[in-house]
């Protein structure tokens, strides 16, 4: 028996690796196709409502959702539903979603642009997985890079895993390098995401759906377009968690009759106490109403439909008092203000949803 050439047998080992290679990268191909197809299948109009819902979710979780503090100091948010992954030996991520940046003064958010992630990962991963996907775009470098044809997280563009809670005070780290902050939700669950490899680039099949219009995101994010009706609930979704400041309190209580919504002045549920969320919003009433002296104010409370109607009339006139007491407490003239509690009247949207409650969960100023 004639011994076995050692060059051969490692030729035939390295080609069967690469037989198996080959196989694993194909069945990766095969598992990916649908996802993408299925992805493609959703209309702009139908990502949007998810896009709408996931930050909505995101944003009201206990405690966690992306820290306000880095939210109101970005430049852009991109929000990704459902990006799909599928991974046999070799993985990839595909996803499309939108990107709203803030414009003018006041910091408002505009009318959105569609954009696209794509990126591969390598492993032992066997499975598939949907994960929305959120990133905040820190500064005036990363928001340059939003309007390239096409740029690589952790490549042209520094991009950090987001940290998660209310206060990020603890990760000014993250805050001084990173251009992009990204974070994941899947299963309910929200942690910071490291996307580095993945790739970010404009839509413009889905732009011309959503505008009528061959459109570049270059022309939505940096002019005053029209925010198309589909598009409407996500960016009010949007500016619902802007930070206020006294310029938005000024123009809706610049004429008698004149009111503005306190939206980010939240309350833990069944009580009247004012959370530590709600100081912003607060200090811009306080410096609204110092700026103009001769207002009057009454101060109107109104809850949701949970709970009987008496307890509620009488929670809504416990937390528009602690808001006149506040503004009391810092230099107000108690004289120039009043508390009045509706209870459940006047919803502003239906009770029938937990977001809907929560926008009937609110304190309203009008100038008397």
């Not at 009111?259 to 069944?270: E, K, N, R």
């Not at 106490?273 to 001769?294: G, M, V, Y």
């Not at 929670?315 to 009043?338: P, Q, Y």
């Amino acid at each position: 028996m004639k011994p076995r050439n050692p060059q051969s047998l490692s030729s035939r080992i390295a080609f069967r690796s690469l037989l198996l290679l080959a196989s694993c990268a194909f069945s990766a191909a095969l598992l990916s196709s649908p996802l993408r197809a299925q992805e493609q299948e959703q209309t702009p109009d139908h990502r949007l409502q998810n896009a709408r819902a996931s930050f909505h979710e995101v944003m009201t979780i206990p405690d966690k959702g992306i820290p306000r503090d880095l939210f109101d100091k970005s430049r852009c948010v991109v929000i990704i539903p459902g990006v799909k992954k599928a991974a046999f030996i070799f993985g990839g991520k595909y996803g499309r979603g939108f990107v709203s940046c803030r414009r003018g003064p006041g910091g408002r958010f505009g009318a959105p642009a569609s954009i696209r992630i794509e990126g591969g990962s390598y492993g032992l991963q066997i499975g598939g997985s949907s994960t929305d996907v959120f990133m905040l775009v820190m500064n005036e470098g990363g928001m340059r890079k939003l309007l390239e044809d096409k740029f690589t997280l952790g490549g042209e563009a520094e991009a950090a895993a987001g940290p998660v809670g209310r206060d990020s005070s603890a990760n000014t780290d993250v805050l001084l390098h990173a251009e992009i902050l990204s974070w994941s939700r899947s299963r309910g669950l929200f942690a910071g995401l490291s996307l580095e490899g993945s790739t970010l680039r404009p839509d413009p099949s889905e732009d011309e759906k959503l505008y009528g219009q061959k459109i570049s995101n270059h022309e939505i994010l940096e002019t005053d377009i029209h925010t198309p009706i589909a598009a409407r609930p996500l960016v009010a979704e949007l500016n619902r968690y802007r930070a206020i400041d006294a310029g938005d309190i000024n123009a809706g209580l610049s004429h008698a009759g004149g009111h503005f919504t306190l939206s980010d002045v939240t309350f833990a549920t069944g009580k009247a106490d004012i959370s530590p969320e709600s100081a912003t919003a607060l200090n811009a009433a306080l410096s609204a109403l110092k700026d103009h002296p001769d207002w009057h104010i009454r101060v109107e409370g109104f809850t949701d439909n949970v709970g009987g109607a008496a307890a509620n009339k009488k929670l809504s006139e416990e937390r528009a008092n602690a808001v006149v007491e506040w503004l009391v407490n810092n230099g107000i003239d108690r004289s120039r203000l009043t508390a009045r509690g509706y209870g459940e009247a006047r919803p502003v949207a239906p009770n029938s949803t937990e977001s809907g409650r929560a926008k009937n969960r609110r304190v309203v100023l009008v100038r008397t």
